[in-house]
């Protein structure tokens, strides 16, 4: 079974910090994804990475792929309230179905 | 443009009742369909998915089940619900590959 672990489960902070959230995990997968989603709503992809030491850059958003594509991180700079909402990264390998293994989640607040 | 539709938005439901849970996909042919139940602001848990009409894997024994009658419909139901059914369902596509997932918007599901 694959898991993928997220640190740190909740982050409460004021605009304007930066903040980095990880995701971990013992299994190599061929895609990482990360999304957001707000209370009451479906997740929405922000990004996908595919390749390992991969960087993409989303605005305030950078999002990292390891290596060896175990982890992930995901890095916002100057946090704004609108960042606020839980962020999920998720696995996925190549396959039939194809299938996305979340990871346990991180909420995160920015306060004014 | 791909738009994916589910139904109800929130559902409250007596113990031993029946349930249908409605997803569909537009825009697009021959999808993967998933669904993902989701503990209160945590990671999502597969529990069905689909890579064509007819076609359904189960990823955890439970008390639901799901069908995909149409090629861009799918289904969950349970003949009779558990209080620990209660639940966010999210119902998503993707195509195959390494790509990002859509959702839809949920379904709050609370047994009584």
């Known amino acids: 079974t694959q898991l993928l672990e997220q640190s740190p489960q909740f982050l409460s902070i004021q605009e304007g910090e930066n903040l980095t959230v990880y995701c971990n995990s013992s299994s190599v997968f061929s895609s990482l994804q990360w999304y957001r989603q707000e209370p009451g709503e479906g997740p929405v992809l922000l990004v996908t990475v595919v390749t390992g030491g991969e960087v993409k850059k989303l605005k305030r958003l950078t999002f990292q792929f390891g290596d060896a594509r175990k982890d992930s991180s995901l890095h916002i700079t100057a946090a704004q309230p609108g960042d606020t909402g839980l962020y999920l990264c998720?696995?996925?390998?190549?396959?039939?179905?194809?299938?996305?293994?979340f990871g346990t989640g991180t909420r995160l607040q920015v306060t004014l | 443009s791909q738009t994916i539709h589910q139904w109800p938005a929130t559902l409250v439901q007596p113990v031993g009742s029946p349930l249908s849970l409605e997803c569909t996909v537009e825009g697009t042919s021959n999808p993967n369909l998933y669904w993902y139940r989701q503990a209160a602001g945590r990671g999502l848990q597969l529990l069905f998915y689909s890579v064509g009409i007819g076609q359904i894997s189960s990823e955890v024994p439970q008390n639901l089940s799901a069908s995909r009658p149409q090629d861009r419909q799918f289904i969950l139901s349970s003949k009779k619900l558990l209080l620990s059914d209660s639940g966010f369902y999210l119902c998503a596509w993707s195509s195959t590959g390494i790509g990002g997932y859509t959702f839809g918007s949920g379904t709050r599901l609370t047994v009584v």
């Open positions: 998720a696995g996925r390998n190549t396959g039939t179905a194809s299938k996305l293994t």
